[in-house]
């Protein structure tokens, strides 16, 4: 399929009128570097001493040099050694650009560093300056002219690279495929380089071009291609001693140079522009220079307290298996650190299923991130308590947090698009896990895979296991990316908007799978490993939403999430009655319903929440509540018990309602009862 879409893209190129010709102008350069010199060799070495430095004759086309030598056979057996010498300097410039751009993701924090820091000093020096350079320190001569132009080469391309694997990094799949466990060489090796080859070939082939001219320069100039071997740069310096006597002389490895030239650059540019697609959406992703770097977590294992200090989380059924306590997320802004995630605690039971609700900023998706050691430099996550299945996170080391989170977390993004690596098939993405955790062979683990496809009802596993991310439709890759949860024994899947990049419908059958999987995660372990079925642990489910409906409906308790907070903790069955936080009264009564009325204007939350720099020292949600006074606006509410149940409702507002809320059309409109479909919570 892949050569398939490489041939496609191959005539693409070629039908376009400036790809043809410079793709036929290429063939030629080629045909000429491969025979010119055993058509025309003894002819361009035959010296004439009857017919020195004439001008254009019969016998000799593009007249004669000093020693009356032919020109026009010169220049054409010139090819060869002008494109061995681009070709040799562009693949030494890649290369090398290549290695720095990448060695920050596999290098420790300090060296990865210095590393982006000398190749952004050497960016800023002219290419032709650092050419010079290190042709003054390799010595003159073809080999020391190639390794200069080389060298001078590979600034750029790191630095391309560093921003495309940059936009990688931040990608889905690759957060998926580390939370699986996959080293960084390993990461490197399958997910990111295969995703960033495309621009880094169209670059390299205009490279080429600038490489060729860059020998003319140096040939030119005396300090590359010395005699008896010549390239067109030594040949235009030659010709032009005789410019006066004839000017062909020059003229002819002049418009050689630049018509090689033009066509690697023509030619890349046309690949450019037909992949070019393909190209930029690897690169639209936001670089993030040197927090590019894979980093493990950093960690403080004692948070800061604040004036809101949130007491230990709350009870959870069953066995805990995640426990977060005062959890933070910062990272350094320009006018001091912000913290996006402010004192986040709640617990996660065995089997349960929480729902995290908020509007868009509130630090859901970075309290997932921050407990799933996701969060990459320069952002620092510290908790007061961070513990999965007992053990914990922060403070543990690389190798140990991947083996646990490997095989007992699973991970399920917004947008399946992105949470796949589009340059492997889906049987082997899936397969990777349980190669590097169950130490299963490739032929087990890509079986285990297929049986997983069909679990999430997948069908004709066995072939989908074999086609690529874009073969699949948006529900089906959602569900894939559910089955590669299932390639280990998850007790926790975290699942950060699932259903927003899906339709309606697909969106329900979505959240039932989800619910069957935190239901029947027996089942699967019975299929897995050697049929004994281990009761009693179940898969927890921490459900991410802005929508309160569909939380309310898949989950059994909802963390309502306000500006880095949690505002309220409460049971779903007593959203309706018993939700007491304004916040969480005010999303309630913002939906709509199919009874609603709809000549009355539909209820908002007026303003905006504020950005995470800007929240002052009172509660975060006093400039938009109706019920806020002095002291809101001045102290910040620290969570406390309301109801008779301990841990069972925790609010934190200084004037929680005690009144019924706005009814919630729950189950209305567009969303899904998950419960009536057989897995709920
Ligand atoms: N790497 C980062 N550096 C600085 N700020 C960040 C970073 N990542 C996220 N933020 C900020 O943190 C805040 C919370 O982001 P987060 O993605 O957790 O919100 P969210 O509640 O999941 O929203 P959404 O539903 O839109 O995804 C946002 O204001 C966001 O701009």
Redesign the pocket.
Known sequence: MRNRNAGKKILAVVRTPVGACSAALLVLLIALALFAPVLWGDRASAVDVDALQQGPTAAHLLGTDSLGRDILARVLVATRLSLVLAVTATAIGVVTGTLLGTAPSVLPRWAGRLVTSAVNIAVAFPGLLLALFFAMIFGVGAKGAVLAIGLAMAPAFARLTQTLSAGIAGRDFVAAARVAGVGRIRLLLRHVLPNIGEPLVVNATISAGMALLAFAGLSFLGIGVQAPDYDWGRLLGEGLNQIYVNPTAALAPGVAVVVAGLAFNLFGETVAGVVGARSSAASSVPP?AASSLPSPVASSPKAKGTSAATPAAAPAEGDPVLVVEDLRVA?P?PAGP?T??RGVSFTVGAGESVGVV??????????A?GVSRLI?AP?VVSAARLEFLGTPLLGTSDAEARGLLGTSLALVF?DPMTSFNPTRRIGRQLAEVSEQHQGLSRGKALTRAVDRLREVRVPAAERRARQYPHEFSGGMRQRAMIAMGLMGEPRLVIA??PTTALDVTVQRQVLRLLAQVRESETGARQRSGGGARQQGRQAALLL?S?DITVVAQSCRRVLV?YA?RIVEDLPTADLRTAASHPYTRALLAAVPALDTDRGAPLAVIPGRPP??GQVGVGCAFAARCPFADERCRAEDPAPRELGAVRGAHRVACWHPQGAEPPAPRLGGGSHVDVEAAGGGA
């Not at 908020?358 to 309290?367: D, M, N, P």
């Open positions: 993030s990272f802004g912000v996006p995630v908020g509007e868009s900023g509130s630090g859901k998706s970075l309290t991130l990459e952002g917004q950060d908007e991410i802005h999430m880095g950005e995470p």
